[in-house]
């Protein structure tokens, strides 16, 4: 008996018992129906693309791929307070993601988990953002879901994993209800995510902007209080993980400086990266240097806090990054400066810290 | 009273949050605005996309035990230019106060919160709103959207109606059955009327209450969504179980377990019924409501197929006359007539004037349905023909053409009318059908008003003297044909006379050219009304006074006639001038005895409630009315003499003389 753990209501799962529907866009889902005289291709293909049904918490549907008993799961949360820039940041990461030639310097072998979920995720946020750089709309205030998932493969070491994004809305993780953020309890890996608008000095004024960012910091843990989703998460993960009583969270983190764009340009700290080669996001060799960077240049800022999840998790990476490179003219980014900068480089350090990358660097690190 | 509660989007909401919470709110207790904060946000109501491409706000009923909100959400972009945001306003209290019908009867309320009126965290403190006020504005706007609601293609409703009957437990999710246009489920506006529909026709049918929201970009996720959800757009793929019943809008969709083929069938056509019912007659929804709450589908079924419209007739009778009117007279659709021809009255009775009219052109003489099925043409006309007599739900006279009502038609419901509410008002009714010309109605007519009461039968005569003075003559003489009068007929009788100058215009008409018919006629009134007062000098020396100044030949005449011959010189010395011979009418001599063929006059005194004690005739003759001695008696000259001193007053002191 395969027991798997619902990555969205943490429901024991029975996975070969849990009954299997398919579902045609827009017509819901239904029953799936395999012919006994089917084809086996056939059959592995409609089985392949259905889902089990989880009873938890009102039911929901996982992908057939996700009880993969040859694949190691690993789920991962973006953390950050409304409109840090959660979601913009993961849609250009994803994009970059999804074009794996580059990944294959790194051995790694990227496919949607789901066809239906990574589709509804690039119509919905990935070709807006990137191909028609159209702002995204907030992320609702709803149960969580899988924000998109894949099956990365280590074709070097033949490992597979199915790795799952979950982005849900900062106000659910501000209020910090565990019953609204069930899905963190199967959270293997975070990215937190920091606005550097909510830190006083951060970025350099441009009208609007740099009068917004004295609001910003003021309110949701801005300002020396940091990121109260921050908090929320550590904190729920820790009793989920019964690890309220240990010194580290064992679990990894990114955490992103995210719009680097804004930041006030001069820093040394700040510019070798800003200025980096384009490829230089892959090379998981400086990412103990610019960890090191970023947590200094925060620190000198004040922005401690903002801190507490690379103090926190036992293992942590720190990185500048923009999803936009830009600000936005209305609803859009200008054509001429759209360009997301260092986004996968992130995760690429986080996948590295679980053990999906294998590299000289993370050697020390236990998947 | 009722709690104010603005949600949007700010970097500081009164919560101490940021992003999407309370900006606003007449709540002074900050736990207090927490908890509801809670039950907006949590289930996403407050701050959940309004349908993509909405033409308009959403509005939303939630219930949470004994309280309700009222939401109204506007798409907005938050204050930093981001998509997807509402701007949410929500009306907060006991469901007492804010229950499903003032939710929608607020839908066009002047007092939400609008994004060019309340910049989100400009509020700060709202008031508190008076509950009896805003329920009285919401009634106003649902009567308004109830009116619009009708108007609503049946089709949809029907379908909305069978569908939510499939599963009435069930929870629902509605989307545009043409995607690519659309669809009424994207409009606000729309859904408000369905569910308008909904609250009407199903009302408290299905045992619980209706929380609904009139668009959403998404299918609720949480189990505590409300049960009608109207999405902009069908589902999009998630990984949610399904919350609800997925349909789309206008079409029948059954959710009903185990699903049944005939179940279907019974449903759909009592969807169809109720959607109709509801369009031409609302207040006939009443008369289907089941008499239990139906819970499942098959309670439901078995609702549909035992509902009535009257005792022993289904519910769908007045669609089966038009489907018949239509030209469907296959047996199987005649079938579903009612046999027994008491019930098929009773179901033709029961169909609401809006459907009459419908059926005014389908059923009328010589169409097929007439023909194939003349009892229901009778039931029909018979009903159009009642309502117009009776004044109850009168329709129109194009409505009585259209059904080509005949003579016997109307003689039947006028005697109909006469024999349950008497013949005191069947004058009025007499009225309202002679109006309509029908063709031979003189005679029936005649028939119908023998038994009429004579002042009615005056009056009426003095009405229709110009234009119809051979009825108005068969009245007359209907009047002075009685054997007996009543007491109070004839008191009221002299009362018409006095109105109506003694009736000798309206006799000058029956007989044109003819004194000596006239003088007949008004001699015979005379005889029959005031000849009791008329046997002794003094009645007629006041009497006259009256009577002179119409300076009328024919009834000084017919006056001479009435009195006995030893005082007709009283009546001959008034005529002066006005020889009776120079107007055509035969000489008159003092002492003439009366002609032959004179009846004699007997006044029957009719008991009655002033009539059944001791006192009952000085009460018909007036508080100075002497006690009663019979029909002969002296008492009862004297209270003929006392009618006849009210007579005279009124002639004299009448501004119409």
Known sequence: MAIIECPVCLYMLDWEQAPMVTMGEGTGPAPLVVPKDEAPAAARMRRGTAYRQCPGRGGHYLPADYGDMLAERITIGMIGTSLVGKTHLLAAMIGQFMGGVRLRQLDLQVSPLDLLIHKRYVDEAVRPFLDERKKLERTRVAAAEITDAFLVTNVAAGRRYAVTFFDVSGEMLLRGSADENLFLGAVNALIFVIDPQSIRGLVRPQGSTGAETGAVHATSGGGSAGDYTFDNVLKLLRLARDETAVEFLGIPAAVVVAKADLLRRGDLLLERWLRAEADEDLDLGTVEEESSDVFTYLYTHGADRWLEPAQQCIWSTLHFASATGTSPRDDEFPEGTFRPHRVIKPLLALLAMKGVIDHPAFEATPA | MVDQILISWSDRTLTEGRGVGPTGSSIGSKEELAGWERRLLAADWAAAEVGAGAPGPALVYLRFGDEAAVLHKEPVADP??????????????????????????????????????????????????????????????????????????????????????????????????????????????????????????????????????????????????????????????????????????????????????????????????????????????????????????????????????????????????????????????????????????????????????????????????????????????????????????????????????????????????????????????????????????????????????????????????????????????????????????????????????????????????????????????????????????????????????????????????????????????????????????????????????????????????????????????????????????????????????????????????
């Open chain 2, 80 to 657: 930093h230019g981001r998509p997807g945001s509402t701007l949410a306003h929500a009306l907060v209290g006991h469901v007492s106060v804010l229950d499903a019908r003032v939710a929608l009867g607020l839908h066009e309320w002047p007092g939400w919160a609008w994004e060019d009126t309340a910049r989100p965290g400009s509020l700060g403190g709202l008031d508190r709103l008076d509950g009896y006020e805003l329920r009285r504005i919401a009634g106003n706007g649902y009567q308004n959207l109830d009116a619009s609601a009708r108007e609503l293609e049946p089709d949809l409703l029907a379908a909305l109606f069978a569908t939510l009957l499939s599963d009435p437990a069930g929870r629902f999710s509605f989307y545009p059955a043409d995607q690519a246009s659309g669809g009424p489920a994207g409009d606000g506006t729309v859904a408000a009327r369905l569910l308008c529909g909904v609250l009407r026709v199903l009302g408290d049918a299905t045992g619980q209450a209706w929380t609904f929201s009139t668009c959403e970009a998404e299918e609720p996720a949480a189990a505590t969504r409300p049960r009608l959800v109207f999405l902009s757009q069908a589902p999009r793929f998630s990984t949610h179980v399904p919350t609800g019943n997925r349909a789309r809008i206008g079409e029948l969709s059954w959710f009903g377990q185990p699903a049944d083929e005939d179940g279907s069938d019974v449903l759909r056509t009592f969807g169809e019924t109720l959607a109709e019912t509801f369009a031409w007659s609302p207040e006939t929804i009443e008369r289907l409501r089941p008499a239990a709450p139906v819970r499942s589908t098959h309670e439901a079924i078995v609702w549909a197929a035992h509902a009535e419209l009257a005792p022993g007739v289904p519910a769908d009778f007045g669609n089966v006359l038009v489907i018949i009117g239509r030209g469907r007279t296959e047996p199987e659709v005649l079938r579903r007539l009612p046999t027994r021809l008491d019930v098929l009255a009773a179901g033709v009775s029961a169909l609401p004037q809006e459907m009459l009219a419908r059926l005014a052109d389908l059923w009328a003489p010589g169409t097929a349905a007439a023909t194939s099925c003349p009892q229901v043409a009778e039931a029909l006309r018979g009903q159009i023909a009642w309502r117009f007599v009776s004044d109850v739900q009168p329709p129109a006279a194009d409505l009585v053409t259209k059904f080509g009502i005949e003579l016997p038609t109307w003689l039947e419901q006028l005697a109909r009318y006469q024999s349950e509410f008497g013949g005191a008002r069947l004058l009025a009714a007499v009225r309202r059908v002679a109006a309509l010309g029908v063709p031979g109605l003189e005679a029936g007519l005649i028939r119908a008003l023998a038994d009429a009461a004579p002042p009615g039968l005056l009056a009426l005569a003095d009405e229709w003297a110009g234009d119809r003075p051979e009825l108005s003559a068969q009245l007359l003489r209907i009047v002075v044909g009685r054997d007996r009068m009543p007491e109070q007929d004839r008191i009221a009788c002299c009362t018409e006379l006095d109105q109506r100058a003694f009736m000798v215009a309206c006799v000058e008409r029956c007989f044109p050219n003819d004194p000596a018919a006239e003088s007949e006629m008004l001699r015979q009134l005379l005889s029959v009304i005031v000849a009791p007062g008329l046997q002794r000098r003094e009645g007629i020396e006041r009497l006259l006074p009256a009577v002179s100044p119409i300076r009328s030949a024919p009834l000084l005449h017919a006056l001479a006639q009435s009195v006995p011959p030893a005082l007709r010189e009283l009546v001959l010395a008034e005529a002066g001038s006005l020889w009776f011979e120079d107007n055509g009418l035969p000489r008159l001599d003092a002492g003439v005895s009366p002609p032959a063929g004179q009846q004699a006059v007997v006044t029957e005194v009719r008991p009655g409630p002033a009539a059944q004690g001791p006192d009952a005739a000085a009460s018909a003759a007036g508080p100075a009315g002497p006690p009663p001695e019979g029909p002969t008696g002296r008492g009862w000259l004297s209270k003929w003499w006392s009618a006849l001193v009210l007579l005279v007053a009124a002639l004299v002191l009448g501004p119409s003389r």
